[in-house]
């Protein structure tokens, strides 16, 4: 029998007077406080857990295993891109010498660490096609508001203060909308035509004096490379707009298209997804932006220079006075910015190249194993990006199984379930992704879950209903959650 | 192929099940004048041997300092077991808990995260963290404007003695939303925000009142009267906070008659390394009339069908994935691993441990601060008692000294003239627990050759 029993928290383990003693320095004498005003003292000690070394260590390695994770299972999360995350890129960036440079160390002390973010910067630009990059943001919706906040910045140094739409896919990730709200402009949603790409004829009427620019990913979220980008560049450029490349689904086209090519003016890309670093149970990612020339002056601080001596130096907003300013105290999360570099030097040209293509291979082959198993793709007449979409509204009417259930079941089979019901356009969907390093032993065990979970629908599809049976809860209960808020443990 | 598994048997098979002659043919969708050239100015690539020779040699380059900056990131002790579990592949590798069944590990670890939060600042509820204590700041404003639905200006007090750095943030994130940030001076002798300095907005309509503490000189405030005074104005009260202080301050919770309404800080100080400013974990608590205005992900603790409890993400009717443009903010993901550092962190330390550490930085603090005032021309800026930050007037600008210092491997504090020209010759020091009594008696002695 386990100490612990399933569901126990950490402060039903504590119990008064017990320490981790090795872990704190001893106790000092009251006296040597005395400068602390006694009215701003604290009058009772927080409710921290008292417990030993080995039962916090027993109790965080016993939650750990209370997961799916890449290392244990494949994980095809549609827009994810849940990859190998290298070992090595973690043990790189744990070195000392960066774990411990503080981030206001002086450049003569940084030169090393700066060197790696400017080498990362180059790279960037050279696989994305832009003028510029900025490392900063700390997460893709963090790139993306400092991308519109850049457009937002562009027209206003212009004088052009028309402009208060942003144009945005109905299938785009909500982050986009929400994103352009919090850079104070108003939604224009465009639709989408049946194959998956944007209705150009309605973008062309929603164009105007008024539009800053339009946001999008691709290939798009509907997992297929939209074809008419020129057209689409062309329109948004005639009427005076921005165009914004959502880096979501960079992983599709890495080094095989480059978004400033397509004519995008601003990009974000996240290094979580396209370079690897881990996602760490959701976070920290890292949505580094790059842009096209005329957007460089106001990107965010600060950035990695090289003099012309060699020496490496921050630009900050004496460099660039009309940035749109500081997104983090710092400098963004530069320990995921350390792993993708180490990604990024390991797989150098050839290997960024491969990236495209093999996560494009991967996500074919599956398409088409899985239609041949009896599952209805979205797009059927359309090729594959790193990423497709199936729909499940048929197994829905007739058999009354959701794309939840089969998502639920997917857990039983040891296989992480895809994204579910996105984008919303499509119904009873899942959005799949498998990404370049799973081999094709991995594709073939997922399609034989699918046709095993397909078959139960049509047996006994209250089984499918019913499911996870194997994980540490069944199915949870979200409207109580949401009603009986229970958000912190009350009990002493 | 780097961390791809494909055998040439393999990738036929593929093509063959696709019906494609070719990887290229995958790419027949994409106008032929997109496809990328040779991507010239990229390197080739290296095995992990090479990359991790190269970046060990970086940071070496990097390392070897002795610092006694803060300035919002501080050097203190991390106990071995904390990144040995958080870097654990089954918290590393997996991602935001959307299939709850097969994520109770990381959605416990943050429900024991938003406890931990909620006790430490005697607040009710604590989201899942979000990107920095900057940025959480930013967020922080939004959401009081939000919450606080007397107030209609937009206008929030922020006082200069806040992080420069946090209020740069807060400008740049939100600027485009209609936010007016009007600044409190702080009192030249003091170091802190005085009542009688707020007085001039009194019957103003401000949506809130940040209140720092410490504030960014190490200052401690006197948040009881500056949170009374804010409340009986009508205002919201915003707290940022460092949590190891929290170890031996009131919490904000407690601050006045009915304590902040929204907390917001930091929590690198709780195990996550300086790592040049990142991946850091901001933390955001709230008063429980707030919580629906909370942006981010949050964590609730309910019951599967067999009526075992678990746990899952809830309150997602705020966010973007489901409200799109009317969501509380963008932000999707949290700060996942640090977050479970500083989970682990605080467990491993308890409440005494904490205390220590807390006592320790504070203390070693003041004695750097007697040693290195002693300095002849050095002296206190301030006169308001300090945590483990305080403010020293050189004889000399801190923009000549400081690197005059780094020459002699010692970083000696935050240059106060790059965001105050009052205080061009003042420099913020910090001496954590970590610093020794040899590493104090080596700044003074460097310091005082220096000015010499």
Redesign the interface.
Known sequence: MSTQA??T???ELSRPG???A???????PAE??S???A?????Q???????S?LQ??R???N??????????QF?P?GS?T?????R?A?????????????????E??????L??MFELQ??L???T?MQGVSLTP?????G??AGV?MI?AYHEARNDDARTEILIPEAA???N????????YK?REVPVNKDGDVDLAALKAACGPQTAGLMMTNPSTCG??E?Q??GIAKAVHEAGGLLYYDGANLNA?L????PG??GFDVIHMNLHKTF?T????????AGPVGVSERLKPFL?TPIVGRDDDGRYRWLDQNDLPQS?????????????L?RA??Y????????????G??S???A??LL??LEAIGCTPAYPE??ASHEFILTFAKEAKTLGVSAMDI??RL?DYNQ??P??Y?PLLVPECFLIEPT?????EALDEFVAAMESILAEARDNPELLK?A?YS????????V???R??????SKL | ??????TSD??Q???A????DS?ED??????AH???G???????????ME??A??????????G?L?F?G???Y?H?I?A?V?E?A????????????????????L??I??F???M???TGM???N??V?????GLAEAVLMALRANRKSKSGRVLMPEAV?P??R??V???CE???VELVSVPFDAAAGTTAVTALSGYAGEDFAALVIAQPNFFGG?ED??ALTDWAHAQGMLVIALVNPTA??????PG?WGEKGADIVVG?AQPLGI????????CGFMCCKQQH?RQMPG??????????G?????L????R?????????T????????????AA??Y????????????A??S??NT?TLVARLGAIDGVSVAFTD???HEAVLRLPKPASEV??QL??RGI?GG?DLGLDFPSLADCVLVCAT?TRTADDIDLYATVLAEVLA
């Not at chain 2, 390394?273 to 850091?280: M, V």
């Not at chain 2, 075992?308 to 899952?312: A, L």
């Open positions: 399933d569901n928290l950490i402060f017990r320490r981790a090795a872990q704190a320095p001893r106790a000092l040597r406080l400068a602390i005003p009215a701003l003292r604290r009058k000690r927080p409710a921290l857990p008292e417990v070394e916090v260590v109790h965080y390695t939650l750990s295993t209370r997961n799916f994770a890449i290392d244990k994980y999360l994810c849940m990859k190998y995350n290298p090595g973690n043990r790189a960036a744990m070195l000392p010498g960066f774990l411990g440079r503080h981030p206001l160390a002086p003569s002390h940084s030169q090393g660490y060197a790696c180059e790279f630009k050279e696989v096609g700390m997460a893709g919706a963090q993306e508001f906040a937002r990730h909500g982050t909308p929400a994103t352009a709200v919090m850079c104070g939604v297929v490379f074809r980008i020129d086209i080094g095989k298209v480059r090519d397509m690897a881990p996602h760490g149970g959701g976070g920290p990612g965010p749109i300013g500081h997104l983090s105290a710092f400098m963004g999360n530069a320990g995921v350390l570099y180490f990024a030097r390991v797989l150098g040209r050839e290997g960024m190249i491969r990236v293509e093999y494009t291979l991967a074919n082959y088409k194993r359309r090729r998502a639920k857990l992480h379930a994204t579910t996105f370049e390093t799973e081999t094709k019913g996870p994980q540490p809860v069944r199915r949870l209960d979200d109580k959650a949401a009986e808020l229970d958000l912190v443990w | 192929m780097p961390f791809i598994p494909h393999d990738v098979a593929m093509l099940a696709i019906g494609a990887i995958l790419f027949d969708e994409i106008p997109l496809k990328a040779a991507l010239a100015g990229l390197p080739e690539g290296l095995s992990e990359v991790t190269l970046m060990a040699s970086r940071a070496r380059q990097d390392a300092v610092c900056l300035a919002g990131a050097e002790h106990p077991a990144w579990i870097t654990r592949g089954e918290y590393y590798t997996a991602y935001t808990p959307y299939q709850a069944e097969a994520s109770q590990g990381t416990q670890t429900y024991e938003q406890t931990l909620a006790r430490l009710d509820a604590s899942a963290s990107y920095d204590g900057a940025s992080n750095r946090y740069q943030t400008t740049a994130i485009n939303q209609n401690l948040v009881d929290l170890a031996l301050l009131t919490p407690e930091e390394p300086l790592s040049s400013g990142g991946p850091y919580i992900r949050i964590i609730g603790r309910t019951v599967d069908l067999e075992k409890p678990g746990f899952t809830t309150l997602q009717a966010e973007q994935h489901i409200r799109r443009s009317k969501a903010s963008n932000i999707c993901t949290n700060q996942g691993l640090a977050m479970t989970t682990i605080l467990s491993l330390l308890g409440p005494e441990g904490l205390e220590a550490v006592a320790h504070h203390a003041q008692a300090t945590f400081l690197p780094a020459e970083i935050y627990e």
